[in-house]
């Protein structure tokens, strides 16, 4: 539901930054996660806890396409995707910190309370200090109010820097205007009729929608259930090295904030889309591997647990061939995998899965499988999923958001982040409702590799329509996207026109 909410709040996020201002929608998104905090808190039932999380929903929706547009709109060209990598450090450092924060409450009385609850903290402080802040200087342009905007702009540019910049801002506006009119209304139409918008919008709705579709909020939402079906079996201990991950997130944002200006954003995803696919061609590789030398069901470990056995283990007429994987499959009712206590990967028993079957299993000082099975390299999986966040994290995590914030002319800057925000989320929305779905349907190895798949179409992609914004003025984007052509070598310098072009 939050995300759902999220959906709603990003296509709603679009028309509020337009006709209010970025500012604006920042404050209305604060104030939206906090009520949502202050119900889920203390929600009497289930139905008003879903309301609190749909209010969440509608703040995060709101806020994930607004902030990176305010901080790029009110930022120099030249630090202008470190200061946009920094949001995107800051939104992974706060799910690495929230896993601390639940880690604490978790002996509190009233547990989820506080969880949720306080998360209406810093939308509050946030809401304080930005009425601290001034608007975007770009979208103050646009509106007409050119005094207030070159004001700000002189607190953010140089001396030497300023008149360029207001200059350039100027010549956009005016240009936008005689081409288009001053009307304030836009239309889907126009979106598309327009040269600019159109390529923009292909480049920054498919970053988006391939930020999902890779994988990413799979391996952050089910990380403790991966962690499982590569055969570790203690949920804390999946919990624990799912902290891990959620720090090595955090770890490729900060990477991402110095790599970002200096490598180029083109250069960057291309990087971490090769290692995103090699990450999951290795976990689909060490799931099939789990998944074909699981452990076989013993006869006579089974029946050491009289009263537990799996009733379909029990009437199936080639018992003798069930392995662990086939017991885990079973579902009339579940069933779970309890290891042989000399080596977890001998035989052991398929028993029904419950509380006391798990209990009674434990109390042998044997380990519980009810998700994967036991299995010599689910070291390898560990590794795949490190390395898949590593290498997805600066480039794949933040990029998206990045070119978002820079590649649309100033007219159609909120609308056009507002449906490729809107597109992220729904992505998120079907991948996360579908992983567990086709993991049972075909499998944990061929879902990982229909995940890969996807990577290597994002990677030609990237290579065919998404252009290089790194160091120029966001005014000179839209003269760049207008002039574009293929630029398939990427490591290669832009002519030389469009470095001057970037100095001036």
Known sequence: MAVAGAIIGAAIGGWLNDRFGRRTA???????????????????????????????????????????????????????????????FLITGGQFLSYLINLAFTKAPGTWRWMLGVAGIPALLQFILMLLLPESPRWLFRKGREEEAKTILRRIYSADEVE???????????????EIGSSNKISIIELFKTKTVRRGLIAGVGLQVFQQFVGINTVMYYSPTIVQLAGIASNQTALLLSLVTAGLNTLGSIVSIYFIDRTGRKKLLIISLCGVIISLGLLSAVFHETTSHSPLVSPIETSHFTNYTCPDYSSARNSAAWDCMKCLKSSSPDCGFCASKADKL?????????????????????????RGCPSKYGWLALTGLALYIIFFSPGLGTVPWIVNSEIYPLRYRGVCGGIAATANWISNLIVAQSFLSLTQAIGTSWTFMIFGLISVVALIFVLIYVPETKGLPIEEVEKMLELRALHFKFWEKRPKTLEKSQAL
């Open 346 to 370: 001998l035989p052991g028993a398929c028993l029904i899965s419950n509380d006391t079957t798990k209990d009674t299993c434990h109390v042998e000082h044997r380990l519980w499988y009810t």
């Open 26 to 88: 920042i404050l209305i998104a604060d104030f939206l996660f906090f009520i949502g905090a202050v119900v889920m808190a203390s929600a009497p039932n289930p139905a008003l806890l879903i309301v609190g999380r749909v209010f969440v929903g509608l703040g995060v929706g709101m806020a994930s396409m607004t902030a990176p547009l305010y901080i790029s709109e009110a930022s120099p060209a030249k630090i202008r995707g470190a200061l946009v990598s920094t949001n995107g």
């Open 164 to 178: 360029a910049e207001i200059q350039a801002l100027k010549e956009s506006v005016e240009t936008e205007i005689r």
